[in-house]
């Protein structure tokens, strides 16, 4: 009898210890429940941020928008406030309705030449002698013009000017070629990265292969630009030349 009563003692008390757990389970799991279905403020695109964008602009150009989310579907990383994405430059898209997070920016330095490149801007290698790219002069952030010749209908005669003004170098004067380098040509051992529009990459592509070229180094402060010309070997040598000798020059009296 008495062992009957201790094995229905244990049954017991190991049914109530069971039922207090289930009850801990369940009351803690509609706990997580009833907070993860709590709604919660988060960031959202309200319009598409392409790759590339600096946070800065994403608030600036009131790219974002206020959304309240269940607790549980916030994404990692989900930015609380706009500043934490100022200094930092988008490296995947997002799409209006997304949340922003963190993790889809990265720092300028990561990113480096690509951050400096948005609409229109490329970055072109133009490669070159130490004279034609100032190597040992240029640094990166410097402003250059570009400088070409190239010849007209007559063989003898050749037109110059400033093609391009105002261009960044995005990385100065490199040597490309080491040692015996495959396919590096002699003539053009450095290189500079340049930022410029499609539009210019033409125009410096054609003097490049055409024609002859150079970069000129713009002043850091106050720059400013001369009237538009081109020279010519007949502009060039009546250039600052009186009315009479012009004259001469043309075979009159």
Known sequence: MTYRIRNIGIAVALAIVAALLTTFYVTNYKRTVQQGDQKVPVYVASHDIPLGTPGSDVANRKLLRVEHVPRRSVVPGAISQPNQIDKLVAVEPIYAGEQVS??????????????????????????????????????????????????????????????????????ATEATRI????????????????????????????????????????PVTDAADSPESVETSRTVIVDGLSASQRRRMRGGQ
């Open 179 to 218: 040692g015996s380098k495959l396919g590096s040509d002699p003539n053009s051992p450095f290189s500079v990265m340049l930022a410029l529009t499609d539009a210019q990459s033409q125009k410096l592509f054609h003097i490049v292969e055409h024609g002859k070229w150079s970069l000129e180094l713009r």
């Open 102 to 171: 963190t993790r889809r920016f990265r720092t300028a330095e990561e990113q480096g030449i690509r951050a400096q490149l948005k609409g229109n801007l490329r970055a072109f290698q133009l490669a070159g002698n130490d004279h034609q790219l100032m190597s040992g002069t240029l640094v990166d952030g410097d402003r250059v013009d570009f400088v070409g010749s190239i010849a007209l209908g007559q063989a003898e005669d050749a037109a110059t000017r400033v093609v391009l003004r105002n261009l960044l170098v995005l990385q």
